[in-house]
């Protein structure tokens, strides 16, 4: 299998080259922008499987198939994207969520592999899901939660809540109370209900309110800390990969 990583920021790059190494897969080659990989499919084979990032460092990475006819098989690695998650599952592509789960890479390769056989269709329109980048379909976002408390059901507003988190495989909703409710949904879940205006995903446990926000430090590895308001049980840290979508989304 040949595999091509797509990535602007290197130590993400590398960590990816590093996981697919421990499940015996060898990706030979790792570019970094826009420009680097229309001139690198111009001049070589193209790849069996591709990771492609959406937002390189020179622009978004479909601009590449603007200007090349690829028919690799994408696996797309996203920090964030609302509406391209969408558009994956209408197309039937597998994408991976920064940071980067191991047991999700392996999942992704043993997919491309059992589809193989079959011959199945593993290009794509991109037109589609670029159309729904620049042009997002209108949605309704959750505006509240019902929670069970005892024998009562609880409403919980949006705007009321801190952040949501996952701990020992349950989901909470933490709010200005002060107080976490179980919810049924899981964090994956939670994804299509929450406004991604509003709401971000920092890391694999960490869904926050922006409006909940009290200070945001720099911390280590350029990753950044984040303290918000009534929510003090633990440190909220932006990982790495995600840092750079986190920026853009305060804006």
Known sequence: MNVLIIEDEKPSARRLKRMLGTIGVTAEVMLHSVEESIEWFQNNVHPDVIFLDIQLSDGLSFEIF??????????????YDEYALQAFKLNSIDYLLKPIDAKELEDA???????IPKQTNLTVDFNDIKNLLTNPID?????????????????INNEDVDCFYSENKATYAFTKEKRSYVLEQSLDQLEMD??????????????????????????????????????????????????????????
């Not at 949605?139 to 059901?153: A, D, M, P």
């Open 66 to 79: 603007d200007e090349v006819t690829i028919n690799s098989a994408i696996i797309f690695t996203t920090a």
């Open 194 to 251: 929450l406004d991604p205006q509003t709401f971000f995903r920092v890391n694999r446990k960490f869904y926050i309110n922006v409006n909940a926000i009290l200070d945001i430090v720099s911390y280590s590895n350029s990753r950044l800390k984040i303290k918000l308001h009534h929510y003090t049980d633990e440190e909220i840290i932006v990982a790495r990969e995600r840092v750079k979508d986190f920026k853009l989304w305060l804006e």
């Open 109 to 115: 390769i043993s997919k491309y592999k059992e589809r």
């Open 139 to 155: 949605r309704v976002y959750k505006k509240r939660f019902s929670v069970k408390v005892g024998q009562h059901i609880k409403l």
